[in-house]
T-cell receptor
Framework: AQSVTQLDSHVSVSEGTPVLLRCNYS??????LFWYVQHPNKGLQLLLK??????LVKGINGFEAEFKKSETSFHLTKPSAHMSDAAEYFC????????????FGKGTMLLVSP | NAGVMQNPRHLVRRRGQEARLRCSPM?????VYWYRQLPEEGLKFMVY????????ESGMPKERFSAEFPKEGPSILRIQQVVRGDSAAYFC????????????????FGAGSRLTVL
């Protein structure tokens, strides 16, 4: 079985300050981990993915995440928030068993103030 | 590359009616997934299909819900006799076939179809 816990339902930051969105996972097998972003009334866009290569993963729009097996965490960070980063972010775990079924966290809403 | 196309984007139905949601996968993708997003929740897996074959429907409600992906045309998620609890956003995703490389376990999502049941 696999599960994902996003520790904060809402995170508020000021423009130009760092972003930290926390995610912990549980998986019986070596997981693949993803972060997706959903802007209002839009589809989900893949930000970055971890698939057992480098533990520090760089994604689009300046985001990155670090896979820490000892802590079962995959936190998403960005050095400096931009207004356009305001959206909902989903941490996702996948255990490939011939096909991919993703388990989503409940999401973290990122609010960015001027 | 048009990506994953879903229609309609918004659908309103009265209780007891049928809802049909369509999904055309990304060009070159032959595997389709349906997910449901309830308010204040993450996406929940419903069903995984390839052409003319349901691979995994473990997330589908036992009654009223069905999905297909015919040889020709889009994948269809069908909900019969809708109830208010079916109101949600339904997302379709597609991928390459398993075993075709690193991109095979990356899903590309459509913009979703938002169903409102009155």
């Amino acid at each position: 079985a696999q599960s994902v816990t996003q520790l904060d339902s809402h995170v508020s930051v000021s423009e130009g300050t760092p972003v930290l969105l926390r995610c912990n996972y549980s998986s019986s097998y070596s997981p693949s981990l993803f972060w997706y972003v959903q802007h209002p009334n839009k589809g989900l866009q893949l930000l970055l993915k971890y698939t057992s290569a480098a533990t520090l993963v760089k994604g689009i729009n300046g985001f990155e995440a670090e896979f820490k097996k000892s802590e079962t965490s995959f936190h998403l960070t960005k050095p400096s928030a931009h207004m356009s980063d305001a959206a909902e972010y989903f941490c996702v775990v996948s255990v490939s068993s011939g096909y991919s079924t993703l388990t989503f966290g409940k999401g973290t809403m990122l609010l960015v103030s001027p | 590359n048009a990506g994953v196309m879903q229609n309609p984007r918004h659908l309103v139905r009265r209780r007891g009616q049928e809802a049909r949601l369509r999904c055309s996968p990304m060009k070159g993708h032959s595997h389709v997934y349906w997910y449901r997003q309830l308010p204040e929740e993450g996406l929940k897996f419903m069903v995984y299909l390839q052409k003319e074959n349901i691979i995994d429907e473990s997330g589908m409600p036992k009654e009223r819900f069905s999905a297909e992906f015919p040889k020709e045309g889009p994948s269809i998620l069908r909900i019969q006799q809708v109830v208010r609890g079916d109101s949600a956003a339904y997302f379709c995703a597609s991928s390459l076939p398993p075993g075709t490389g690193a991109g095979a376990n990356v899903l590309t999502f459509g913009a979703g179809s938002r169903l409102t049941v009155l």
